[in-house]
Structure formats: structure tokens, C-alpha cells
């Protein structure tokens, strides 16, 4: 069993940043791949971001390329997810999850955090 605890949420105005954080305890993080993703309401969980075991290898969805940047601290058991030049769209829950695989597919995650509120302002 792996718990997930998101943080870092809130409001913030088109153009700002948010920095995102996960802290994951019960098992070793070392040994999962971690993801980002968001759903709006009324929308399907979609993928944000993941990021391998080491940290090396990272995927991004086309939607937050450029700006959004994943990373972990595997002494810390955290991964987070620094998000820039945020836009209105961006508004979610966002959540963070483990994963066996470095990909895209939601259903692919084990375990999932309970999220927290991004909310960006026009």
C-alpha cells in the first residue's frame, strides 16, 4: 500500500506559477514511476505528466509541454510538478499517482492521492 498526499494548490492569475508537491509513504517510492493529472469538471482524468524511477526520463502531455516540469526527489519520497505561464484551462484537481510504466494511460496507476485545486483566473 502506497499513500499519496498532494499539495502546493490554489488560485492563481493567468501567466503565474504554482508548484505542486507529493509526498508518498508505505512502500518504497524508488521503486515507481510517478504521474501527474488533472480533471477538470465534467471531464475525464487526463495524464499531466510522469516521470521514471531515476528522474531521467520524463513524458509530458502536448497540452503542458513547455511549460509544466516534473521532477523527484527520491531521498525525500516527493515528486513534484512546477507549473508556469499558467492559463484558465489549466484549472483542475490535480493528482498524483504511482505507476509500473513510464506512460500515458491512466488506468495504468495504481495508487492515487486525493488531489488538490489548481484554479487560474483570466
Known amino acids: 500500500q502506497v499513500q499519496l498526499v498532494e499539495s502546493g494548490g490554489g ?40 516521470i521514471n524511477r531515476s528522474g531521467a526520463d520524463t513524458r509530458y502531455a502536448d497540452s503542458v509541454k513547455g511549460r509544466f516540469t516534473i521532477s523527484r526527489d527520491n531521498a525525500k519520497n516527493t515528486v513534484s510538478l512546477q507549473m508556469n505561464s499558467l492559463k484558465p484551462e489549466d484549472t483542475a484537481v490535480y493528482y498524483c499517482a504511482t505507476g509500473n510504466l513510464l506512460l500515458t494511460t491512466t488506468s495504468l496507476y495504481d495508487y492515487w492521492g486525493q488531489g488538490t485545486q489548481v484554479t487560474v483566473s483570466s
Request: proline fraction near 2%.
Open 11 to 50: 488560485l492563481v492569475q493567468a501567466g503565474g506559477s504554482l508548484r505542486l508537491s507529493c509526498t508518498a509513504s508505505g512502500r518504497t517510492f524508488s521503486n515507481y514511476i510517478m504521474g501527474w493529472f488533472r480533471q477538470a469538471p465534467g471531464k475525464e482524468r487526463e495524464f499531466v505528466a510522469a
